[in-house]
């Protein structure tokens, strides 16, 4: 699977619009994005994946550049229920059989 | 999304005791369940792949006679922690994925998580 990078922390205004960056520059063509968010002391949510066209789902926007190099998770109005830990994950489409690699994501912070 | 429950959410044992968490497919069929375990301010880690009614696959460092794993089922796999000492208190979270044609094929989804204190 490839390597993504991440911010380790951003802020976020409450009601305003949350853009976290995820770097993934060694993807291969067969391989998706996942996002997941880790709230405190609860298991990990299932945002969204895509794998070239931008999606978009009840929770999140996904935003991936045309070389696939890069992507952005797009909270629209982000909440303060939003505070939580948010991992960008490259894997190929058989998710089913092999486990996630999780990275150490980005901790955002929503501020009231 | 699909749902996977754990029971119990939390768990308080004396030192050398054995603990059961028990985790479920709500509404899909999963092949394949993981076990991952988490410590304070770091990330998931693997514990190891359970597949419906084979052995589970221990990543390594993980002993496979400490934490022992039965899928059963399609909906059920449980992790004992046997001889439980307080080095294995943690957060033991499992994800469940690979329905059999339904709608869930290509997401993990994830329990809520045991947190196990060892004392």
């Known amino acids: 699977d490839a390597k993504t990078t991440q911010p380790p922390s951003m802020d976020c205004a409450e009601g305003r619009a949350a853009n976290l960056p995820c770097n993934h520059s060694?993807?291969?063509?067969?391989?998706?994005v996942y996002w997941y968010r880790q709230i405190h002391s609860q298991g990990p949510q299932y945002i969204i994946h895509g794998l070239k066209n931008n999606e978009t789902n009840e929770m999140a926007s996904l935003i991936i550049t045309e070389d696939r190099k890069s992507s952005t998770l797009i909270l629209p109005h982000a909440t303060l229920r939003d505070t939580a830990v948010y991992y960008c994950i490259v894997r190929s489409m058989d998710t089913g059989r092999r486990a996630l690699t999780f990275g150490s994501g980005t901790r955002l912070q929503v501020q009231p | 999304g699909a749902v996977v429950s754990q029971h119990p959410s939390w768990v308080i044992c004396k030192s050398g005791t054995s603990v059961k968490i028990e985790c479920r497919s709500l509404?899909?069929?999963?092949?394949?369940m993981f076990w991952y375990r988490q410590f304070p301010k770091q990330s998931l880690m693997l514990m190891a792949t359970s597949n419906e009614g084979s052995k589970a696959t221990y990543e390594q460092g993980v002993e496979k006679d400490k934490f022992l794993i039965n899928h059963a089922s399609l909906t059920l796999s449980t992790l004992t922690v046997t001889s439980a000492h307080p080095e294995d208190s943690s957060f033991y979270i499992c994800s469940a994925g690979g329905s059999l044609g339904g709608p869930y094929t290509d997401t993990q989804y994830f329990g809520p998580g045991t947190r196990l204190t060892v004392l």
């Open positions: 509404d899909f069929q999963a092949t394949t």
């Open positions: 060694t993807i291969s063509g067969n391989e998706y």
